[in-house]
Nanobody, 125 residues
């Protein structure tokens, strides 16, 4: 399976970030698979943001839960991330990824069997 994410590269503070990940070669409804959003701020490690499962269930990391929403469009085989009220601290490379089980909140690359190429998001006034 291949994943490809896209979205605006530059936002201003207080705006809402919207990213979409298209899935090729598989279905977002495939049983037992989970579809995550993960980001990596400059000079820092990978941060798991949240996930949507094959049944449409969602889970979020507590620190971002109030600003994060993950949804899916099964007709397009895509899932999306919305992050509201962005600040410069949200500047990062954002990835979508697939895991064959509900992932841990601490990112272990080996939990994921497919990653998107990543998209740079910069928040600046």
């Amino acid at each position: 399976v291949q994943l490809q994410e896209w979205g605006p590269g530059l936002l201003k503070p207080s705006q809402t970030l919207s990213l979409t990940c298209a899935v090729y070669g598989g279905s977002i409804r495939d049983t037992y698979y989970y579809w995550s959003w993960i980001r990596q701020p400059p000079g820092k490690g990978l941060e798991w943001m949240g996930v949507i499962g094959y049944e449409g269930d969602t889970y979020y990391t507590p620190s971002l839960k109030s600003r994060t929403s993950i949804s899916r469009d099964t007709s397009k085989n895509q899932f999306s991330l919305q992050l509201s009220s962005v600040t410069p601290e949200d500047t990062a490379v954002y990835y979508c990824a697939r895991s064959p089980h509900l992932p841990n909140s601490i990112v272990d690359r080996y939990e994921y069997d497919s990653w998107g190429q990543g998209t740079q998001v910069t928040v600046s006034s």
